[in-house]
């Protein structure tokens, strides 16, 4: 079944993992061997050839040139080529999203999800393309007009993690695309295989349009996200994983005054009041905090329960937990797969251990599955008191519940962590949500009021605040980081005043 599907895909055993376009994969390049493990088995799919520094180099050039002539091309034009990208894509969705199931172990409709939200961004984008709009600004000068107007930025360089291994790519390549930028990507070495069979796709959809270096691709690892950092034809690094290496890379592209739009880590929060509709905050809670194994930087960390509800709504929880099917993702009941390989399951079984240490209670979980693969059970884990691995992001499905007695408490504790990403309160008293979504309520970026921290659409901005580190991708005016803003002002009378009332007479 898997072998049919490498093939459809136009993936092979052993692949290059570095390319230009259509007709520009290179052949033999020279960096290290990523071998692709299915983390429900534990056993290797493929084998993908990294690129070497040389490689990235070459590719960059490429992208230098091919953004000289796709940001001289209208807007409308790019948004075009991108809806070829999209349509190729809905061609290819089912294989895709298989693809997304073996590799990274999400279940099957996660996998077709995925994809689906490549769709969705070429959707976007391509009517974006159409509304890249600057405002018109009024001159205190008489006979003078003020507007601003966006360009397109340069070559952008796109990191991107292995949990959402090609929905975030199209965040920022069907965005950049339109905004008249090139792109190299450098995919996450533990999902290379869906980043290929992508690249494939695009290159299908782009073939005939000459525009060799524009979508480019470069598999590898830390040396090339470290390359990129530092390289000054990137005017900008969109970088989507862990804070560790969102703080290994913002200094360096700071220290050349590049930008640097980072989606990194979240320790989410939800809290539950006593006046919420406890049945869907249950339902909300356990996708949240399962789905995905626990592995989206939106992922559900941290219960907070109002006192007068916690122990009911825990016993529900907990058994809802022991009822939830974990296994083999490409199963139709299955709603929790593998975790992405061992260093994730030691994390996961280390934390679980501290917490216990800490005077955490496993109310259900804590355990690896005895079966081949990187499998375990949901955790949940009632914290007594001070719990502080609990403001420690583990990838992996542990939830950590606590009480509050008063909004306050509970708003003090959901904010107490470093990272500001996704957070949600369940109530259906009106004051209680608005608090939560005003000035002195959540601190994240996304702020839900009775829906769960993770599935965001793509027609909002996407991002966090403090360690998640502030970049927005996606929908909204997300658009505005890809591009550069000039201000125009045109003289159209006959004398030369100046702003302020300056004079200057010669
Ligand atoms: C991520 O985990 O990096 O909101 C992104 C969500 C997804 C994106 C998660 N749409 O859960």
Redesign the pocket.
Same mark, same amino acid.
């Given at each position: 079944m898997f072998d049919d599907l490498l093939q459809r895909l136009g993936l092979k055993d052993r692949h290059p993992g570095v390319c230009s376009g259509p007709g520009g994969w290179v052949g033999r390049p020279g960096g290290e061997e990523i071998t692709s493990i299915n983390p429900s088995t534990g056993v290797p799919i493929a084998t993908v050839v990294g690129g070497s520094i040389g490689d990235y180099d070459a590719l960059v050039d490429r992208a230098v040139d091919a953004f000289k002539r796709w940001r001289t091309l209208p807007a409308p034009h790019r948004g075009e080529v991108v809806r070829r990208i999209g349509q190729a894509l809905r061609e290819h969705k089912e294989d895709l999203g298989l693809l997304v199931t073996l590799e990274v172990g999400k279940i099957r409709s996660e996998g077709l999800g995925e994809v689906q =939200?490549m769709i969705d961004m070429a959707d976007f984008a391509v009517g974006l393309s159409r509304q890249l709009y600057g405002l018109t600004i009024a001159s205190e000068r008489p006979g003078h007009r003020m507007f601003e107007q966006w360009h397109p930025l340069g070559p952008v360089g796109i990191i991107s *993690?292995f949990? %959402?291994p090609v *929905?975030?790519w199209s965040w920022n390549a069907m965005v950049a695309g339109v905004c008249g930028d090139s792109m190299v990507w450098k995919p996450s070495p533990l999902a290379p295989l869906t980043s290929l069979a992508v690249q494939h796709v695009v290159n299908r959809a782009v073939e005939g349009t000459g525009l060799d270096g524009l979508f480019g691709l470069c598999v590898g690892g830390t040396e090339i996200g470290r390359r990129m950092a530092g390289d000054d034809r990137l005017p900008l690094v969109s970088a989507?994983g862990s804070v560790a290496m969102g703080k290994a890379i913002a200094p360096v592209v700071a220290s050349r005054l590049g930008r640097a739009l980072l989606?990194l880590g979240g320790n989410n929060g939800i809290i539950v009041s006593p006046k919420a509709n406890l049945d869907l905050a249950l339902r909300a809670v356990a996708f949240a905090a399962v789905g #995905?194994a626990g592995?989206?930087? #939106?992922?559900l960390r941290r219960l907070i329960l109002h006192e007068s509800i916690a122990d009911g709504f825990l016993d529900r929880l907990a058994a809802a937990y022991r009822s939830l099917p974990v296994g083999d993702p490409w199963e139709d009941d299955v709603l929790v797969g593998p975790l992405i390989g061992e260093q994730a399951v030691e994390g996961m079984l280390a934390a679980v251990d501290r917490a216990k240490g800490q005077g955490g209670e496993v109310l259900c979980g804590g355990r690896r599955l005895d079966r081949p693969g990187f499998f375990v059970e949901p955790t949940l884990i009632r914290a007594r008191g001070d719990l502080p691995i609990s403001r420690t992001e583990t990838f992996a499905p542990i939830l950590y519940a606590t009480t509050y007695a008063d909004l306050d408490e509970a708003l003090a504790l959901h904010n107490s962590v470093a990272e500001g990403l @996704?957070s949600a309160i369940f109530t259906d008293d009106l004051r209680e949500a608005e608090r939560f979504l005003s000035p002195e309520g959540s601190d994240c970026g !996304?702020a839900n009021v009775n829906i769960g921290t @993770?599935? *965001? =659409? !793509?027609g909002g901005a %996407?991002g966090g605040e403090k360690d998640t580190g502030g970049g927005r991708e996606a929908g909204s005016d997300s658009w505005k980081a890809y591009m550069r803003r000039q201000t125009c002002t045109v003289n159209y009378g006959g004398s030369l005043p100046l702003a302020q009332g300056v004079r200057f007479d010669i």
């Open positions: =939200e *993690a949990n %959402f *929905a975030v989507t989606e #995905t592995q989206r930087c #939106t992922t @996704s !996304i @993770s599935g *965001a =659409e !793509i %996407f």
